[in-house]
């Protein structure tokens, strides 16, 4: 990883100490020094990535597995002189490259992104004159004013900041807005607490400020996130490193197989060359799936598809199989596997507390005191916190197409839904009590002010904020009885105790009457003021989110909450949601102290990270993928792209994901639910079940032509199916019939079984015998028709179109054994469960009866007319094939089950 450059902890330093070190002074550089710090520093603007030219993108996409394979039967083709069939292979190429080449195409506006959050334009003082300049033309010292409602254009150490808050969550994660002010902090801090900083990219919600830019372009903390995002490389899918694998040791074998056979035919059997070479060009037409890639990409496609009904995006084809391997998910929290909308759940007043229902935005909802609903208007000083969390409050609440949502701090919106829910809306405060004046909230001062007064001329001042702060103003207590001395201990200790359960808490406090002389300022409220109540409030979990959690534990998958709020808020949520429960949360300070050993053995045992930046996240994604995860990675910010990127599969937030993290993504979530990732990783696991199917079902094929080719070779026979012969049934009958295997739905189940081992093979021990022994029953059949045709008197032609007919029958059959590896497909969902299977072999039945009966085909693949009794033993053997593989599986059923009992009962 390329280092950073060293710089100043600048949020260490005080204004005067930032001004002195980068000779910025309070009027801001003059023109000459902006100049020549530009050509210094360079713009300030991050670097256009490396770009391959779009003939050198397409040309790339032509290094897969799957292509090679197509382009090698396309040689075959061409060779034996079959143009239709190497045009339609070659056309099947040309698609998949096609595919992969728009795909690439999106996939490099990640970065573009990233630059998009830049602002292009930025108000500076220069020569104690305030003008607007390109933001890119920023330099280290420039003086940034900063408003409501602007982007930050470079990174920023604040020197004043007045009511400042920014909305950091695309950098950090934080569910709310950071309040800004101008006081150092810790060399630890993490970025989410450097008050005194506003970073590139970095959104002002409200107030204004002023800072001197400390860092632009690269150097910045968006700079830093695109160097990651840069140097991520996106790793293959297990599939493709599977197909790949049996790619090479299947071409190894045919290739061996067929000089084998051609060594044998010529030196032992003295065969002349030329005929046995045409004969091993049959061998290695037999041998080789030509219909396996443009299956693999269709099933790819299908799984896609249902993934999109589910609300999940793919952006990348074999992403889709990826989500069948998933051992671990490590999830955001804001907005994923929580609503993103703040909730009170808790109020507490002198003498009581109350449980508050309900979660989010809508106004549902009520107050609970034990196991009893009541009334807030029955208790007068729940009834007056309602009242002051409206009345002091900036937001608003609209309705959208999504819901409703607010305009200004979540946590105020979450006190206008507290009010609604007790029946006292924002109309009807300021109906009742019309503001006049405000004292508006500042991180100096920690709470806000407001002035209202009735229509009869009462005065009353509502007051929020910190608790330890509302305190300090306070000279007593309200109570349902009336007025009471404070009792500071006892608000601490309920304040701490709602902190410990991650919430977030303010103070209500209440004047009645203007203060004296009519002042109304932050010093004039000491000692003047009624402490209500506290709120206690957080971003609740989604409803749906624990059961999918607990879901993918009983699908063998981990699931690691990895956020940037604070450890205690990430600790209550696990907690709810059944993540981490019992274990401590691990903070972004405390892995920055690990070395990658120790935190590939420390990664295994914890769940939940808190207060993490974008490098602490790509390190724990590497460290999973280091102990042989296959990690699925949430998220929505800037932040996030990187470890999007290096996820396995990379998953963004459709509704509040920053285009950055969408794009670094390889699936969009729609409805930004966590749930929704359990539907794919379902959907992903049925898409790989599928393919292994497909591919049970294939290669028997394929491997009993062999078998006939070699065993005609060897025991010099007459050759019982020609290449051409060959290739029809491999590139129409097998391929017609394998695609009905991609509608396969899920088998009952398959969230109960744990992830398969990303380096599994994609032929088990299993499914290797079960390839052999189909292999070889059809090669009995279809030779042993062959052979008893001939000897009967059939001429060679009919006998080879039975002997064609003969595998197409055996095909039709044993595709309905595959539909279930061990279960008995003799049931009504098995004959039926898939109508695309009954469809598939209606298709294939008109194209033998045209391969067998037109003339034209007669002549171009050397076939004969068949009477209705060599149909009926076509039929015949076609049968003791289906017969014969479901009777291997009764037995393979009745084997496994004793061992899988000793199997549970070793484990118990």
């Known amino acids: 990883m390329t280092e950073r450059p060293s710089t100043p902890d600048w949020h260490t330093l005080d204004a005067p100490q930032v001004g002195e070190h980068l000779k910025s002074p309070p009027g801001g550089l003059s023109h000459e020094q902006a100049q020549r710090r530009l050509a210094q520093h360079g713009a ?164 204004q400020g002023e800072g001197v830019v400390v860092a632009t372009g690269t150097a910045t903390e968006l700079g830093g996130i695109n160097r990651l995002l840069t140097q991520v490389e996106r790793a293959r899918t297990p599939m493709l490193q599977q197909i790949d694998r049996f790619g090479r040791l299947l071409a190894a074998a045919i290739l061996g197989v067929s000089a084998l056979t051609f060594l044998l035919g010529t030196l032992w059997r003295g065969q002349p060359a030329a005929e046995m070479f045409m004969m091993v060009v049959a061998l290695a037409a037999a041998a080789i799936p030509e219909s396996l890639p443009a299956i693999l990409t269709v099933t790819l496609a299908l799984g896609v598809q249902r993934m999109a009904r589910h609300r999940a995006i793919l952006r990348h084809l074999p992403a889709v199989e990826t989500l069948g391997s998933v051992t671990v998910i490590c999830s955001d929290k804001t907005g994923t596997l929580t609503r993103n909308e703040m909730t009170v759940q808790r109020v507490a007043w002198a003498g009581g507390a109350a449980r508050v229902e ?54 105020d919106g979450a006190l206008l839904v507290l009010g609604e829910k007790a029946n006292w809306s924002r109309e009807q405060g300021k109906q009742d009590w019309p503001r006049e004046k405000v004292i508006p909230f500042e991180s100096e001062r920690r709470f806000m002010a407001t002035q209202h007064r009735a229509a009869g001329g009462e005065a009353r001042i509502c007051v929020k904020g910190a608790p330890e702060r509302v ?15 404070l009792d500071v201990d006892g608000w601490r200790r309920i304040a701490t105790d709602m902190a410990s359960q991650g919430l977030r808490v303010l103070a209500l406090a209440l004047r009645s ?14 000692g003047e003021l009624l402490m209500l109540g506290l709120v206690g409030l957080i971003d609740p979990p989604r409803a749906e989110a624990r059961a999918a959690v607990a879901e993918c534990r009983s699908a063998g998958m981990q699931v ?88 396995d599969i990379g998953t963004a937030m459709g509704h509040k994901g920053t285009e950055a993290a969408k794009e670094a993504a390889a699936m969009v979530l729609a409805d930004d ?55 029809w049934i491999n590139m129409v009958t ?111 039945v008109p194209l033998q009866l045209l391969f067998t009966y037109t003339p034209q085909m007669n002549e171009w693949f050397g076939t004969a007319p068949l009477s209705v009794g060599e149909w009926l033993r076509v039929v015949g053997a076609g049968l003791f094939v289906f017969l014969a593989a479901e009777g291997e599986k009764a037995l393979v059923r009745r084997l496994r089950g004793p061992l899988a009992a000793r199997l549970r009962e070793r484990a118990a």
Request: charged fraction near 20%; proline fraction near 6%; include cysteine.
């Open 44 to 207: 300030n603007a991050l670097p256009e990535p490396p770009r391959r030219s779009a003939l050198r993108r397409f040309l790339g996409q032509f290094h897969n597995v799957l292509l090679y394979l197509i382009l090698a039967a396309a040689g075959i083709t061409a060779f034996l002189g079959h143009t239709v069939d190497t045009a339609v292979l070659l056309a099947a190429a040309l698609v998949n490259a096609l595919i992969g080449f728009f795909q690439e195409g999106k996939a490099e506006a990640a970065l573009e992104g990233i630059r998009r959050m830049l602002s292009p334009h930025a108000t500076v003082v220069r020569e104690g004159h305030r003008q607007e300049v390109p933001a890119a033309s920023l330099v280290p010292g420039d003086r940034v004013v900063i408003a409501s409602g602007d982007r930050v254009p470079a990174d920023l150490r604040l020197v004043n900041a007045l009511q400042l808050r920014v909305d950091e969550s695309a950098l950090t994660g934080e569910s709310v807005p950071v309040d800004k002010s101008t006081e150092p902090v810790a060399t630890d801090a993490p970025l989410g607490d450097r008050e005194g900083m506003a970073y590139s990219g970095t959104l002002v919600v409200q107030g």
């Open 358 to 411: 309900g979660v989010g935005y809508e106004p549902q909802g009520t107050f609970c005191i034990g196991d009893h609903a009541v009334d807030p208007g029955a208790h007068p000083a729940l009834r007056l916190c309602v009242e002051v969390g409206v009345l002091c409050n900036d937001a608003r609440m609209r309705a959208g197409d999504g819901g409703r949502r607010v305009e200004g701090d979540p946590t």
């Open 471 to 485: 305190l300090d103003l306070c000279r007593a207590q309200w109570t349902d009885a009336g007025e009471a001395p």
């Open 513 to 526: 009457g203007e203060l004296p002389g009519g002042r109304f300022d932050g010093d004039a409220l000491e």
């Open 560 to 647: 690691k909450m990895i956020t940037g709020d604070h450890a205690e808020t990430a600790r209550a949520i696990g907690a709810q949601l059944g993540i981490g429960s019992g274990k401590p949360a691990l903070t972004g300070a405390e892995l920055s102290l690990m070395d990658d050993a120790e935190l590939r053995r420390v990664v295994q045992d914890v769940d939940v990270f808190a207060r993490t930046s974008p490098e602490h996240k790509l390190r724990l994604v590497r460290a999973l993928q280091a102990g042989g995860e296959v990690v699925a990675m949430t998220g929505d910010g800037v932040n996030d792209a990187p470890a999007l990127k290096q996820a």
């Open 673 to 727: 639910n966590f749930a929704t990732i359990v539907l794919a990783v379902r959907e992903g696991r049925a898409v790989y079940d599928n393919i292994r199917k497909f591919i049970l079902f294939i290669l028997p094929t394929n491997g009993g032509e062999a078998l006939i080719v070699i065993s005609a070779i060897l025991f010099e026979l007459t050759l019982p199916l020609t290449a051409a012969q060959v290739l």
């Open 734 to 844: 097998s391929a017609a019939l394998g695609l009905a295997l991609a509608f396969e739905p899920p088998e009952p189940g398959i969230m109960a079984r744990r992830p398969r081992p990303p380096g599994e093979s994609l032929l088990t021990g299993l499914f290797a015998w079960r390839v052999v022994m189909v292999s070889v029953l059809m090669m009995v059949a279809a030779l042993g028709l062959f052979l008893w045709e001939l000897e009967r008197g059939t001429g060679v032609e009919t006998a080879r179109t039975m002997a064609v007919n003969t595998i197409v029958a055996a095909e039709m059959f044993y595709l309905l054994n595959s539909r279930y590896v061990l279960a008995p497909v003799l049931t009504r969902e098995g004959l039926t469960g898939n109508p695309y299977v009954l469809l598939s072999i209606a298709a294939c």
